[in-house]
């Protein structure tokens, strides 16, 4: 069973865009719910984003809602999360998940984890 992996962060001025991936090697990746969390600086990791297997259901914590967009590509085994107007507080490492639950992904239960890439908002 493979794990996901991130990619995509850096450093960013306030107000500016970044795209995350997260990417799962094999041939199962569109039967897996798809999520984000993110642990800013100091705190307890947090819930972001999530999608279904076929993208026909997503979900956003309040913080993001509006801001940032979850999507993927069963065909290229990518998900990904676009964040617009981005703000310091948006600062954190960003974890993808996986899991067949859409409860298991949201409750942060999922079992297969990715390391973490870092998005820094700052001036």
């Known amino acids: 069973q493979a794990h996901p992996e991130e990619s995509g962060g850096g450093l960013v001025q306030p107000g500016e865009s970044l795209r995350l991936s997260c990417s799962v090697s094999?041939?199962?990746?569109?039967?897996?719910?798809m999520g984000w969390f993110r642990q800013p600086p100091g705190k307890e990791r947090e819930f972001v984003a999530a999608?279904?297997?076929?993208?026909?259901?997503?979900f956003y914590a309040d913080s993001v809602k509006g801001r940032f967009t979850i999507s993927r590509d069963n065909a290229k085994n990518t998900m990904y999360l676009q964040m617009n107007s981005l703000k310091p507080e948006d600062t954190a490492v960003y974890y993808c998940?996986?899991?067949?639950?859409?409860?298991?992904?949201?409750?942060?239960?999922?079992?297969?984890w990715g390391r973490g890439t870092q998005v820094t908002v700052s001036s």
């Open positions: 998940n996986r899991d067949g639950s859409f409860e298991a992904v949201v409750g942060g239960t999922a079992f297969y």
């Open positions: 094999g041939r199962t990746f569109s039967s897996y719910v």
């Open positions: 999608i279904s297997q076929n993208g026909g259901r997503t």
